[in-house]
């Protein structure tokens, strides 16, 4: 079955880093599909954060872009994401999503939601 | 670069029909047909709903409708239904450079 699962700690403390992993089931992570980071702040809209490739090629968002990491493991078909420094702004659900094209989101994981507090 | 603009609530009766804006600007909603929208329902994550401007995933009713005039992309969905209760987000490439894609601010869809 298609499908796309986030896992990670829910809470980070401030000036913390959150790291989060994507296990992907159903297709090969390998195949031709970029794979994304998409949030949404409580009661806010979609910010994309970046996407990766199998062969590790990265794009971010600019305004994350200091501070956001991914990568890919191939042998476990998953993908994660790491953001340094955060603070009370990225508190928000973290959602996997798979890229068919031309930055259009098809499959999208549940989402998991990070707070970040003392 | 700025987050595409969308009215942020839009509401019909049962049956009826309904359109939600998107606008950009020449740099992303203007220059590609790669706008899409996506429905979230409370608590849910995000649903494809239409891409490149017009085209529906399988599956997804052709009660939902897409097009694009200028810098400005809409969604109608005809025939309201209780379901389509939800909000709704665009999005719109944004060009090989700097961000890649854009996402509007969403529009909540109230079915009276």
């Known amino acids: 079955q298609l499908q796309l699962q986030e896992s990670g700690p829910g809470l980070v403390k401030p000036s913390g880093t959150l790291s989060l992993t994507c296990a992907v089931s159903?297709?090969?992570?390998?195949?031709?599909?970029?794979w994304s980071w998409v949030r949404q702040a409580p009661g806010k809209g979609l910010e994309w954060i970046g996407e990766i490739y199998h062969s590790g090629s990265t794009h971010y968002n600019p305004s994350l872009k200091s501070r956001v990491t991914m990568s890919v493991d191939k042998s476990k078909n998953q993908f994660s994401l790491t953001v340094t420094s955060v603070t009370a702004a990225d508190t928000a659900v973290y959602y996997c999503?798979?890229?068919?094209?031309?930055?259009?989101?098809?499959?999208w994981g549940r989402g998991t939601l990070v707070s970040v507090s003392s | 670069q700025s987050a595409l603009t969308q009215p942020p609530s839009a509401s019909g009766s049962p049956g009826q029909s309904v359109t939600i804006s998107c606008t950009g600007s020449s740099s992303d909603v203007g220059s590609y047909n790669r706008v899409s929208w996506y429905q979230q329902h409370p608590g849910k994550a995000p649903k494809l709903m239409i891409y490149?401007?017009?085209k529906r995933p399988s599956g997804v009713p052709d009660r939902f409708s897409g097009s694009k005039s200028g810098n400005t992309a809409s969604l109608t969905v005809s025939g309201l239904q209780a379901d389509d209760e939800a909000d709704y987000f665009c999005?719109?490439?944004?060009?090989?450079?700097?961000?890649?894609?854009?996402f509007g601010g969403g529009t909540e869809l109230t079915v009276l």
């Open positions: 999005s719109s490439y944004a060009g090989s450079t700097n961000l890649l894609v854009m």
């Open positions: 159903g297709v090969s992570i390998s195949g031709v599909n970029w």
């Open positions: 490149e401007v017009s």
């Open positions: 999503v798979r890229d068919q094209g031309g930055m259009t989101f098809d499959l």
